[in-house]
């Protein structure tokens, strides 16, 4: 029944090193966004897709990068981690165009950085 | 810019009692939704309770219903017959109009049910 879907549960990530999280839909919705949730704070976007069409939330570090190839699957990637960016990562999805549905969110992926 | 407020950071109530959240929200537009999210513990976020902003009448879902004031920008979320189940972080959250934006969400609220 799983409609979001996001791997790992869990990821360990050295300073600097690339990481990637994914994510990935079985609701065939057209919206998949990224949001950084830190300890006991409020997720906060970081961009979304609409379709193929990327949108960066303005406030987003250069850092963070995403890759949609296809309507079920979104990539977020990390460049350069820094011992800030160690938070929960919650992938999002919609469905907009024909009436609004609310977002659908997956279990998320928790980034530790050491 | 949208705002929203969530003044309550931490809520108990009683098993089988009623809690009032509350969550204030600032905006310019006209076209919106406002939600109340659950976040259990080490679980994902789920949907309680959406309102768009063009209906007047509040919103309910079993348990869970809205006290929605427009005019005083107040969206808060009433659970009645509070359960043990209820126990999470409630987020508030505001999104423009029907669009693919993201939502904004407040600092959330802890609630905790004492048996």
């Known amino acids: 029944d799983a409609m979001v879907i996001q791997n790992p549960r869990y990821q360990v990530t050295q300073f600097g090193k690339p990481v990637t999280l994914s994510c990935s839909q079985t609701?065939?919705?057209?919206?998949m966004y990224w949001y950084q949730q830190k300890s006991s704070q409020a997720p906060k976007l970081l961009f979304h897709?609409?379709?193929?069409?990327?949108?960066n939330e303005a406030d987003t570090p250069d850092n963070f990068q995403s890759r949609r190839p296809n309507t079920s699957f979104c990539f977020l990637d990390i460049r350069s981690p820094g011992l800030g960016d160690a938070a929960m990562y919650l992938c999002?999805?919609?469905?907009?165009?024909?009436?609004?549905?609310?977002?659908?969110f997956g279990q998320g992926t928790r980034l530790t950085v050491v | 810019a949208q705002t929203v407020t969530q003044s309550q950071p931490e809520m108990s109530v009683q098993e089988a009692e009623t809690v009032t959240l509350s969550c204030t929200y600032d905006?310019?537009?006209?076209?919106?939704?406002l939600f109340w999210y659950k976040q259990p513990p080490s679980r994902q976020m789920i949907l309680v309770i959406r309102?768009?902003?063009?209906?007047?009448q509040n919103a309910t879902e079993n348990r869970f219903s809205v006290n929605f004031q427009k005019a005083a920008k107040s969206f808060s979320l009433k659970i009645s017959d509070s359960q043990l189940g209820d126990a999470a972080m409630y987020f508030c959250?505001?999104?423009?109009?029907?669009?693919?934006?993201?939502?904004?969400f407040g600092k959330g609220t802890h609630l905790i049910i004492q048996p």
């Open positions: 609701l065939n919705h057209n919206v």
């Open positions: 309102q768009e902003a063009y209906k007047q």
């Open positions: 959250a505001y999104k423009s109009g029907g669009g693919a934006d993201g939502l904004t």
């Open positions: 905006t310019s537009e006209s076209d919106y939704y």
């Open positions: 897709y609409y379709d193929k069409d990327f949108n």
């Open positions: 999002a999805t919609s469905r907009t165009g024909t009436g609004y549905t609310e977002a659908f």
